[in-house]
């Protein structure tokens, strides 16, 4: 059966299932849905997921989408993708799936608030908001340092001890690598000190080359075009003349 995956490289999962999909082989046609053009509001889109966000699948007549259920169903369904993404042991998947849920409660919670309202509002055409960047860097904060006390342990370098990467690997360390966008300073701000989350991000690009590198290479670039917005964003901004209204 063809195997169609519909992503927008800038999106966190689509990153994810695309770089889990080279990794192991398997073999898919990539459908660009560019989210900054709304692309994900098409009539033709919403067939494919009616919830209008990406990453979606169509496997034959088979339709999904959630990005976590994505990766379980791949590593399920094609032969030849290696044990350890989501092992067949059934407690180890539990301890898998419990990274995941806790992943959309917490770390991307606050990643995605942080960054959109950061930076990413500007390519959607909305204004930054402050309050809400605050809110969720508090939340990111507090993920990042849950990472490093609790989910990375002692007994291998990859999450849960492990000395393979599982799907959580992937799924978690593509959305810290989204902090890339954010200015240099607050990003160094944020990760600089957690230096154990960065050998584990650089022990998952290492495991998963070269496609890891290859397909976050899109952020970079992206990363210019944002600072231009908000360059340009500043410079609209009214300048107080510290006179009374």
Not at 209 to 234: D, R, V
Request: with cysteine.
């Amino acid at each position: 059966m063809a195997l169609k995956l519909y992503l927008d490289r800038m999106s966190q999962p689509s990153r994810a299932i695309l770089t889990f999909c080279k990794v192991n082989g398997i073999e898919f046609e990539e459908v660009k849905i560019e989210l900054a053009k709304l692309q994900n509001y098409s009539p033709e889109y919403a067939e494919v997921n009616p919830m209008k966000q990406v990453p979606a699948i169509v496997h034959g007549e088979f339709k999904l989408f959630e990005s976590h259920a994505i990766l379980i169903y791949l590593a399920s369904a094609f032969s030849g993708v290696a044990d350890h993404w989501y092992p067949a042991d059934l407690q180890k998947r539990a301890k898998i799936h419990s990274v995941l849920d806790w992943h959309h409660s917490n770390l991307r919670r606050g990643s995605a608030t942080y960054i959109f309202n950061t930076t990413i509002a500007l390519a959607f055409g909305q204004p930054l908001n402050l309050e809400a960047a605050a809110e969720g860097e508090k939340i990111l904060i507090a993920s990042l340092a849950k990472i490093e006390s609790f989910w990375l342990q002692d007994d291998g370098p990859f999450l849960l001890g492990n000395s393979q990467p599982s799907i959580a690997d992937l799924s978690m360390a593509c959305e810290v690598m989204q902090l890339e966008v954010v200015d240099t300073k607050d990003r160094d701000r944020i990760l600089g000190p957690r230096k154990r989350i960065l050998k584990w991000v650089e022990d998952t690009k290492n495991a998963t080359a070269p496609y890891f590198e290859e397909i976050h290479s899109i952020i970079y670039p992206a990363k210019e075009k944002l600072q231009k917005l908000k360059t340009m964003a500043a410079k609209k901004e009214p300048q107080s003349t510290g006179e009374p209204a």
